[in-house]
């Protein structure tokens, strides 16, 4: 086995052993974990949607104390500036001068709280920094950490006071997750261990420690970089997003950066699982999440209850998968 391989089977372990740290704070919310894991991977950004009390806050925060990552938390709010969160020039009456204070958004994981409920001018102050890994104050653009992963959270039931977020910001997050309430046995398990004395706001206490970090990481990058695609795999994914399109209940469908989304993601996916090459099921797996914000639905459509998901779940089922 050469050295490179070696450094991609320690990584592997690593990551894996990032889910059984996460586990010890929040339970039953695997696909959530995968989700964040896969977007670390793509260098790409995700959106939580849950209702209030799911543990999308606390999943964050575990999941970047297991990867030894910086992490900040951003309270959106109707009063926030953009200079709130990327920083602002500050002047210095000793050196008669101005000089830049950074902002929250100078870490490895920005935890961006119901970003939704911000105005647009705030929200609009991470196009920048999601797409180029970068912020710019009075022209000067400053670089941002390495790696840097934006966690936004919005709550699908609250509708008063919020700015819903338009499609341009929406197509910069490479997955939206949502994070479901939990089945019984979950729920009790929940309960058994705060009966026990667990408490969310002491990581530590419940034994989640740092098991990976940059050196594991920039090993996984290039491990997954390197993962096959088939042309035929390529053309499924194109013929997905085309598909969608079409959708009579969609009044948008998927850009050629969703496509290439979904491709990253696939890959992510296949190497997460053991495997050099993707596989149609792994785009299948990877295709709700990476595409269900990138489309909207027609309002007719909507008033009939039919849902995003329901939709991708329908070109899915019809456009030919290749053997």
């Given amino acids: 086995m050469s050295y490179d391989s070696m450094d991609a089977t320690t990584a592997h372990e690593a990551l894996n052993r990032v889910r059984a740290e996460v586990a010890k704070a929040v339970v039953g ?54 200079g709130d969160v990327t920083g602002s020039l500050v002047y210095d009456a000793r050196t008669a001068e101005f000089s830049f204070r950074e902002g929250p958004v100078f870490t490895n994981l920005l935890l961006a709280d119901e970003i939704n409920r911000t105005p647009p001018k705030t929200q609009a102050s991470l196009l920048e920094a999601m797409e180029e890994r970068q912020v710019s104050v009075d022209g000067t653009p400053r670089p941002l950490p390495v790696p840097f992963l934006v966690a936004a959270t919005q709550n699908p039931v609250e509708y008063e ?26 729920e009790l398990e929940v309960l058994g261990r705060h009966a026990a004395g667990f408490d969310p706001r002491d990581l530590a206490a419940a034994g989640v420690r740092p098991v990976a970090g940059p050196s594991q990481l920039a090993a996984a990058h290039a491990a997954v970089s ?27 469908g998927v850009s050629p950066r969703g496509a290439t989304a979904l491709l990253a993601t696939a890959r992510a996916w296949a190497w997460l699982s053991g495997r050099t090459y993707v596989t149609p099921d792994d785009v299948k797996a990877l295709a709700r999440p990476t595409l269900r914000h990138r489309v909207q639905l027609r309002p007719e459509a909507e008033l009939e209850g039919t849902t995003v998901d329901a939709v991708l779940d329908s070109v899915l089922a019809t456009v030919p998968v290749p053997r």
């Fill in 29 to 82: 919310q695997d696909a959530a974990v995968s989700g964040l894991m896969i977007a670390l991977l793509c260098r790409g950004h995700v959106l939580l949607e849950g209702v209030p009390g799911v543990a999308k806050t606390l999943l964050v925060r575990a999941f970047a104390t297991a990867l030894e990552l910086r992490t900040t938390r951003v309270q959106f709010t109707p009063d926030l500036m953009p």
């Fill in 226 to 252: 390197a993962v096959d695609v088939t042309t035929e795999v390529m053309g499924y994914i194109v013929d997905l997003v085309r598909a969608t399109r079409a959708a009579p209940s969609l009044s948008l």
């Fill in 161 to 186: 006071g919020t700015y819903p977020l338009p499609e341009a910001q929406l197509d910069r997050f490479l997955l939206k997750l949502t994070m479901p309430l939990p089945p019984r046995d979950v």
